[in-house]
DNA sequence: CATTCCATGTAAGGAGTTACATGATTAA
DNA sequence: TTAATCATGTAACTCCTTACATGGAATG
């Protein structure tokens, strides 16, 4: 199983819905991971089932209620065993690159259009990411409390989002300009 | 379906037979898409039995013959459609980063050496990837390649390879360095 | 003689995606 | 009153992973 260990991993920092979960997987938390909305409910029914976590009525006025989950002893054993187990290798597929793989045969302007998109989506996430990580640091600068702060993996996790989401702008726009440079060379011969 | 595109991508660059798109995959080609032997062999059976790509038995001395495959004027087309159509959002799932996230709560030791591990794939990646750039570009610089160099799809996309590699292990070792002087500190204290 | 490389698969099962469904509340 | 947010799912399907299978040639 997949998820399981991202959910757990995520219900570490606090008690959450299934709905806020899906907020936290939506922005990929941190980048680490994605899951969809379904997904998430259904893991969660999984996990309670198999006592690694425990869910918690809590009723709200204005609004539905909700199920709130933590995760149990049982839950941390899970995540330790996880930990120790050796890791799998990075997984990652992106449509973008392929396309610009396969680029010198095709159209390049919806290509470019989608580089210019991807460009904007990295640098947003990459304002969250610094917020969170504000936030997170407090008022101590970030080599203080990597060294003395109480919870830096998330901090640590979320700067592999930074690095991620930086480079990722950065290459968009660079392979933009190239191909657009080299789109504008090009018309200049063929009429 | 997902595979297709990366299969047709990588065949643009030559005639290839599975085996030997099991050896670009396996380096995730240029680190943009990861897949198994499996997979490809039976990708490719689905792809020739559309007419996307056309295949030619090549009969060897010495070692089994092989079947090499092309991408068809179809099999353009379909790439022509997929690089209009919107891209996905990237995605990207880590075991490690899930590890480092909860490792406030957990023994760093087995984080730690994992991400060092990390590391080292990720700087011989890096080393193969930048090989892999030198020769796309032959005698020309970086930069004039890139204005007036004939196929700059694949050497864009290795790019991307390398960025993501070499903040890997950027961030890998930034990572292990910061949990060894806590977990330091930490023996310190509790014996 | 054992291992690695070349070459190609089948089969079963687990994970993830897409499409659909429901219903209340609050802000524009 | 329309849209967005909160809140939680089901069902069908596609995709990917894991395990297993085969067999010759080259390398050490």
Partial sequence: MALKHAVLAALLGGEYSGYQLTKIFDVGVSNFWYAAPQQLYAELTRLEADGLITGREVVQKGRPNKR?????????????????????????????????????????????????ERAREAAAKLDLFRQILARLRGDLDEETFLREGEHVGPYLSCLAGCRLERETHDWCLQTARTLTERAARTEGRTP
């Avoid at 002893?73 to 973008?96: C, N, Q, V």
């Fill in 68 to 116: 709130v989950f933590t995760v149990t002893e049982a839950g941390l054993g899970e995540l330790t065993a996880f930990a120790a187990a050796p890791a799998k290798p990075l997984l990652i597929r992106d449509d973008l690159v392929v396309k610009v793989h396969a680029v010198d045969r095709l159209d390049p302007a919806p290509v470019i259009a989608q580089l210019r």
